[in-house]
């Protein structure tokens, strides 16, 4: 059984920092495409990042591209999500997923969810 489990959410200055981890386990995710989603109070979940395990691949929508990375441990089956320069509306409830199928990772497409992590942007 696949799960996901999101760490290293918390409050956080304008102009601050902070990585979140989702670690995977219950497969090999290699064949993956692993992505982050956010939601905030009254919107719709969206996309943030997303990275095809195996080749590393990234993709980003534009309200985070340069301030975003996502990355992978292959070691400790673990992907991060480092926030830069975060901005009061990126706070939200963060949400780690993976899904089997690589195509289309922007789409909230993926079969796994973890359970999210809160990051709060004081301004």
């Known amino acids: 059984q696949v799960q996901l489990v999101e760490s290293g959410g918390g409050l956080v200055q304008a102009g601050g920092s902070l990585r979140l981890s989702c670690a995977a386990s219950g497969r090999t995710f290699s064949s993956y495409k692993m ?3 956010r939601q905030a109070p009254g ?4 996309f943030v ?3 095809i395990w195996s080749g590393g691949m990234t993709y980003y929508p534009d309200s985070v591209n340069g301030r975003f ?5 292959n ?3 673990t992907v991060y999500l480092q926030m830069n320069s975060l901005k009061p509306e990126d706070t939200a409830v963060y949400y780690c997923a993976a899904d089997p199928h690589r ?8 079969e796994y969810w ?3 992590t809160q990051v709060t942007v004081s301004s």
């Open 114 to 116: 973890g359970q999210g």
């Open 49 to 51: 990042a997303a990275i």
């Open 43 to 46: 919107k719709e979940r969206e």
């Open 69 to 73: 990375t996502i990355s992978r441990d």
């Open 75 to 77: 070691a400790r089956n």
């Open 103 to 110: 195509f289309r990772p922007e789409a909230q497409e993926y």
């Open 35 to 37: 992505g982050w989603f």
